[in-house]
T-cell receptor, first 115, second 110 residues
Framework: EADIYQTPRYLVIGTGKKITLECSQT?????MYWYQQDPGMELHLIHY???????EKGDLSSESTVSRIRTEHFPLTLESARPSHTSQYLC??????????????FGAGSRLTVL | QKEVEQNSGPLSVPEGAIASLNCTYS??????FFWYRQYSGKSPELIMS????GDKEDGRFTAQLNKASQYVSLLIRDSQPSDSATYLC??????????FGKGTRLHILP
């Protein structure tokens, strides 16, 4: 069972509300990621972090923001949710294996619906 | 050109047959390649990783890598209905980011 936890699993919220999606991992991984995935579509990297106080934007532009104050915690925030933000948000973490590659472990995801 | 390209399918394969899934990538310096399986409504889970040219076998799964052709594939032998899922090819690019393809939907026909 993966040691990466996301809450809430499902969230339905009205336009204009502020939301925070939580992601925590207990594996001590330095690298953490947020991917966005619409149903039946590909995963898009929206944010990543290589350690505490390090955050970078991914390949898909997103109005969300992230923070990395503690190694185990990588929350994603939307200041004012809109229907276009409706999607599944997947958090992942990784550590380098012996081959030097980052192998991702995913959380269960947070499915956001903005009305 | 997208960084990682896959045929979206669906690919239908009879139970017991070999399923062959293909992926090409654009960044010639990529060194790490992954296959993830994603069931509908679930998160991706790692099936195989491969870093060197050639074949890597794990049970019913074989990953194949050809860096000269920038091509990576996944073979599933003795396909089972439980193998029906979307298979995601992922590549670690020169910036150490993991980039995913769109995925190939695989249907195993009983």
């Amino acid at each position: 069972e993966a040691d990466i936890y996301q809450t809430p699993r499902y969230l339905v919220i009205g336009t204009g509300k502020k939301i925070t999606l939580e992601c925590s991992q207990t594996m001590g991984h330095d690298k953490m990621y947020w991917y966005q995935q619409d149903p039946g579509m590909e995963l898009h990297l929206i944010h990543y972090s290589y350690g505490v106080n390090s955050t970078e934007k991914g390949d898909l532009s997103s109005e969300s923001t992230v923070s990395r104050i503690r190694t185990e915690h990588f929350p994603l925030t939307l200041e004012s949710a809109r229907p276009s933000h409706t999607s599944q948000y997947l958090c992942a973490s990784s550590a380098q294996n012996r081959a030097g590659a980052n192998v991702l472990t995913f959380g269960a995801g947070s499915r956001l619906t903005v009305l | 050109q997208k960084e990682v390209e896959q045929n979206s399918g669906p690919l239908s394969v009879p139970e017991g047959a070999i399923a062959s899934l293909n992926c090409t990538y654009s960044d010639r310096v990529s060194q790490s390649f992954f296959w993830y399986r994603q069931y509908s409504g679930k998160s991706p889970e790692l099936i195989m990783s491969i870093y060197s040219n050639g074949d890597k076998e794990d049970g019913r799964f074989t990953a194949q890598l050809n860096k000269a052709s920038q091509y990576v594939s996944l073979l599933i032998r003795d396909s089972q209905p439980s193998d029906s899922a979307t298979y995601l090819c992922a590549v670690m690019n020169r910036d150490d980011k993991i980039i995913f393809g769109k995925g190939t939907r695989l249907h195993i026909l009983p």
